[in-house]
């Protein structure tokens, strides 16, 4: 009359974790939940109370633990679990967070060239907020880099444009904050055209026009441009053509040309006589 055991089958929980973009806490999702050793066509599953990582910081290959393990199915009952626990690990990716400089000033009909860089690997768009002053030439895109030439109509203020840009990073693919671009344009007389700086960063402010301040014989006038820039220890030059006016032959200044400028010298006035317009 002895009595016959039957010793239930021990099962192994095996967990597959999701990596996930970093949030601030340690919450965990699984994308699957197992059992190793199940025999025959027994139906039996692994039911999870709750999983997290060990912390909400970023890092790759961190534990993630599920807990309150427990079998659930038409043949639970004949099996029994190895652990309560299983563990597996994951990553948390970090959020990108550019890293430009929030605001850019450039000359008149120039580039913006801006290289876009975040605190983590990533990639970039952008979008077009305000813009002031009739700025031309931005648009919304993609890439590296914001590489525009930007047009400034007016011929005494500066206009101004936003470049809404979003980061997403190359790993896990997470989307960092919008971050504001703004990139100032100077203005340029209208009469003044095709100015650049050669040497040097800093854009000639070309201010203190003076039309008409004085006659140079019959029918022509002085037109004087105050060339202005950023007082540096070497020498700098600029290019220049003058439009809108026929230039006399005996003017200080030709209609077009480059001007050299002496070290340590920070404003240079260009002279032109001018036919006045009929």
């Not at 890293?99 to 000359?107: K, Q």
């Not at 913006?112 to 931005?138: D, K, Y």
């Not at 101004?160 to 979003?166: E, G, L």
């Not at 032959?249 to 032109?272: C, M, N, Q, R, Y």
Request: charge should be negative; glycine fraction near 12%.
């Amino acid at each position: 009359n002895g009595v016959l055991a039957i010793t239930k089958a021990t099962v192994t929980p095996v967990i597959v974790a999701n990596s996930k973009c970093y949030d601030g806490n340690a919450s965990a999702s699984l994308s699957s939940q197992t059992l190793t050793g199940i025999l025959f066509t027994d139906v039996v599953t692994l039911s999870v109370g709750s999983v997290g990582f060990s912390d909400g910081l970023p890092g790759n290959g961190k534990t993630v633990t599920a807990t309150g393990l427990s079998l659930a199915g038409a043949s639970a009952g004949n099996y029994q679990l190895s652990s309560t626990t299983a563990t597996t690990t994951a990553n948390i990716y970090p959020i990108p967070t550019i890293t430009n400089s929030p605001a850019i000033t450039i000359c008149n009909g120039g580039s913006t060239n801006i290289s876009l860089t975040a605190s983590v690997a990533s990639t970039f768009s952008w979008t077009i907020g305000t813009i002031t002053g009739g700025i031309t030439g931005a648009s919304a895109g993609s890439g590296s880099g914001i590489n525009q030439t930007l047009t400034n109509p007016s011929n005494s203020s500066a206009g101004s444009v936003q470049y809404i840009v979003t980061p997403t990073s190359v790993a896990g693919l997470c989307a960092g904050s919008s971050f504001t671009i703004t990139v100032t344009v100077q203005s340029i007389n209208a009469l003044l055209t095709d100015i650049s700086d050669e040497i040097g960063s800093d854009c000639p402010d070309f201010g203190d026009f003076n039309p008409n301040t004085a006659s140079y014989n019959p029918g022509y006038s002085v037109v004087k441009f105050r060339v202005t820039r950023a007082l540096s220890a070497s020498a700098w030059r600029f290019d220049y053509n003058l439009t809108g006016g026929v230039v006399y032959s005996g003017s200080p200044e030709s209609a077009s040309g480059t001007k050299t400028i002496a070290a340590g010298t920070s404003t240079v006035d260009l002279v032109f006589y001018v036919a006045n317009t009929p």
